[in-house]
């Protein structure tokens, strides 16, 4: 105990990365392992990005051990594995309330720490924003480093390779430390991750390379020779062997693959390259959730978790009865695939966070995930469709913005039939900014031929879901994080009406147009309201597009009193939408649009966040009464 006292009070000396350097290299370990326990235990009681975290603790220690963060500037990729980062720059005592309304973001953020050089959240930007701040740098003359750290998971996106093609050709100051750790939030996939695979690190390359070499000698006449050519030249023969081949392709000095938990190693490596002014790459093999072992046994598990017990790694979660809206999603594609043959589904790195899995193990043939790679994945389900399949497309809203051209040259052009399963829609909570699902309602609604739905529980999304497949254009379901409302279950679920709403309520004061789960708060709403004496007919719309229209136009020429309702900005979303059927219709109403005002939503509990923005059943209560309390319409 007294031992632990000793190491805890360690990290308690670290104010910011000039304490560290302060350090003796033979306390750095002792370091590690007290930043390990502090991140295991607050994020048991937070939830947040564990074993990524976890992997990285040596590679933080090191890096901030070498450079001079913040002249030098550190971008982690996606920024979910920053956690020890953070607590080397000065966060230590706001770590508790990581992830919590007004605490620290579980991404790193410009905003939030002078050591955060870039804004995260969404994987393989760092390279383009390292090397557009390495140009910067040449272009005022400054002499600083820069360095992208990005997991090999993130390697798997588009993005990645386009700032590596410019990096190489510019020759620019850069150094990209690539963190493999064979694992995206699940295993890695593709060629490339094969690739990278440490198949050739350590003593499979030695073993190898000696058999070569023999192999080298025992080729008759020319053996000898090649052997002493290959011998002589070891950097070409590495290359050879290496995954440094590709890297060097793009011009890279390339290093690795070290063990990323050799402190030793690691800070001699990182001295040694600091002194080059190239473009360099730096392959590191790290363990996901290394050194907690429920976390090292399933990485995929604590990648993103939420509260655990420290002691087992057990959820702490309370038992909720209902399915959440991604279990009904996964279930009810298993049950389609089995009833239909041409169904596929497509998913960009996220079998399990769009609950694909089970579909994935019955019908492999007919499951693709294409690696973090959102704009391929669609337009690869456009190809799909090209040959008379019908894909279903699963990305959460936020990540699905990455194919916004794909979506409408690849798809909507020609009103190929690809359904899109846009999971996470709305307020997503503690990831915050970056990962809130608000802007597609907007960025769909443009695109001609799109229809667009969103479910007021998990039934409906059941029907909405079989709905998508027999249309034959692109369609879109969008469906909030968290569990159902609990609703029973059609079996099976009867087919929608396209563009068709469904009138809720009946009330002659008050009209309010709700969508997705805001149709649950429009409920409660006119149940508050009728206490107080205001009669409210609450419609639940269905479809952002084909809009209803008829329905619409008629109850607001009744009742000129409406509120629209909707999780998702207000410019450009379901509330826009009405407003201009409205006046494209000559109707003269008085209307409240409630959704989120033109503003990035931090990070917070859905529940803090949902009574901040207004985006609750209080807020429509509000909106009403005040419809109820102003006067005549003005014509
Ligand atoms: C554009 C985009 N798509 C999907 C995600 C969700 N996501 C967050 S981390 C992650 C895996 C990243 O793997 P890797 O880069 O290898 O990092 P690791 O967690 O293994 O350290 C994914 C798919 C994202 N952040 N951004």
Redesign the pocket.
């Given at each position: 105990m007294k031992e632990l006292n000793k190491i805890l009070s360690l990290l308690e000396t670290i104010n910011n990365p000039a304490d560290l350097k302060c350090l003796q290299r033979s306390q750095l370990s002792g370091l590690a392992s007290e930043i390990r326990k502090k991140i295991v235990e607050v994020v048991s009681k937070t939830g947040g990005h564990l074993a990524?975290s976890l992997?990285v603790v040596e590679l933080a220690i090191a890096i901030h051990y070498v450079f001079n963060v913040p002249e030098d500037k550190l971008i982690w990729?996606?920024g979910?594995?920053a956690y020890a980062h953070k607590l080397l720059t000065g966060r230590q005592k706001q770590f508790d309330r990581l992830r919590q309304f007004r605490g620290l973001c579980g991404f790193t953020r410009m905003s939030e720490s002078p050591y955060d050089a870039f804004s995260t959240?969404?994987?393989?930007t760092s390279i383009s924003a390292g090397l557009g701040m390495s140009c910067g740098k040449a272009l005022k003359g400054e002499k600083s480093k820069v360095i992208a750290v990005?997991?090999?998971?993130?390697m798997t996106?588009g993005l990645a390779y386009e700032g590596l093609n410019q990096a190489g050709d510019l020759k620019k100051d850069l150094i990209v430390i690539l963190?493999d750790?064979d694992?995206?939030?699940a295993r890695?996939v593709g060629a490339l991750s094969s690739f990278l695979s440490r198949k050739f690190s350590g003593k499979k390359l030695q073993e190898f390379r000696k058999e070569l070499g023999e192999f080298l000698k025992s080729v008759p006449r020319i053996g000898d020779d090649i052997y002493h050519f290959a011998k002589r030249s070891e950097e070409s023969f590495k290359t050879f062997v290496t995954p440094g081949m590709l890297f060097e392709a793009f011009n890279f000095e390339y290093f690795g693959p070290i063990n990323g938990h050799n402190l030793d190693h690691l800070i001699n490596i990182l001295v040694n390259i600091k002194h080059l002014n190239e473009p360099v790459l730096l392959h590191i093999t790290t363990r996901?959730g290394k050194g907690y072992p429920p976390a090292e046994k399933n990485p995929t598990y604590f990648?993103g978790v939420g509260c655990f017990e420290v002691r087992t790694g057990q959820c702490v979660n309370h038992s909720e009865c209902a399915p959440t809206y991604t279990q009904v999603f996964g279930k009810t594609m298993s049950e389609l695939a089995k009833l239909n043959k041409n169904i596929v589904a497509v998913t960009?790195?996220?079998p399990e966070g769009t609950g694909l899995c089970e579909y994935s193990e019955q019908f492999p043939d007919r499951f693709f995930d294409v690696g973090?790679a959102?704009q391929h994945g669609v337009t690869f389900a456009a190809g799909l469709a090209t040959q008379g399949f019908k894909p279903v497309v699963a990305i959460y809203s936020t990540?699905l913005q990455?194919a916004y051209d794909q979506i409408l040259h690849d798809v909507c052009l020609e009103s190929l039939p690809v359904v899109f399963a846009v999971d996470r829609g709305g307020i997503v909570g503690e990831d915050g900014a970056t990962h809130h699902g608000l802007f597609d309602l907007c960025y769909l609604r443009s695109l001609p031929n799109m229809v667009i739905m969103a479910p007021k529980d998990e039934n409906e999304l059941r029907r909405m879901l079989y709905t998508a497949v027999s249309l034959d254009k692109p369609t879109a379901i969008r469906y909030p994080r968290g569990i159902g409302v609990g609703v029973k279950m059609d079996n099976p679920p009867a087919l929608l009406s396209l563009g068709k709403a469904e009138v809720l309520t009946e009330g002659q004061d008050v009209l309010i147009l709700a969508i997705g789960r805001s149709v649950n708060d429009a409920i409660e709403a006119h149940d508050l309201l009728k206490q107080k004496g205001i009669f409210s007919t609450v419609v639940n719309a269905r479809f952002v597009k084909p809009l209803d229209v008829a329905l619409f136009t008629e109850l607001v020429k009744k009742i000129p009193r409406v509120i629209t309702v909707e999780e998702n900005m207000r410019q450009g979303g379901f509330g826009s939408a009405v407003m201009e059927c409205l006046g494209d219709e000559d109707i003269v109403c008085r209307i409240r649009r409630i959704g989120i005002r033109d503003t990035f939503v931090e990070h917070g509990s859905q529940k803090i966040l949902r009574r901040k923005y207004h985006v609750d059943t209080t807020a429509i209560v509000e909106a009403a009464e005040k419809l109820m309390q102003n006067g005549q319409i003005k014509t």
């Open positions: 990524s992997g990729d996606v979910h594995q959240g969404h994987s393989s990005i997991g090999d998971g993130s996106a963190n750790n694992m995206s939030i890695n996901k990648h960009a790195a996220m973090i959102e990540f990455r």
